[in-house]
């Protein structure tokens, strides 16, 4: 069973930053795709940010230019580094991988960005 965990969550002011780490238990090469999702109170889940195994990276508009997904092979982790959070960007975000194991969830991290 291929087990993601979430951290680097919190609370932010309005244009801080934040850096999410995702550490993955089998190696973060393993994976043919990994995403960033984000839900808040209310709404549906939604794709934010996608890196694939030849490391093409697609975002969502809402975050283009503020957020930036990567891989770190040696510390076997998926990042997301946000940067100009806004009030809108607060969420539970998830870190979700396809790989040969099939589809794996973390459990969240809680980002809180205040007006």
């Known amino acids: 069973q291929v087990q993601l965990v979430e951290s680097g969550g919190g609370l932010v002011q309005a244009g801080g930053s934040l850096n999410l780490s995702c550490a993955a238990s089998v190696s973060i090469s393993s994976f043919y795709v990994l995403n960033w999702y984000r839900q808040a109170p209310g709404k549906q889940r939604e794709l934010v940010a996608h890196?694939?195994?030849?490391?093409?990276?697609n975002y969502a508009d809402s975050v283009k230019g503020r957020f930036t997904i990567s891989r770190d092979a040696v510390k076997n982790t998926l990042c997301l580094q946000m940067n100009s959070l806004k009030p809108e960007d607060t969420a539970v975000y998830y870190c979700n991988g396809l790989s040969g194991s099939g589809g794996s969830w973390g459990l969240g991290t809680q980002v809180t960005v205040s007006s």
């Open positions: 890196i694939n195994s030849g490391g093409y990276t």
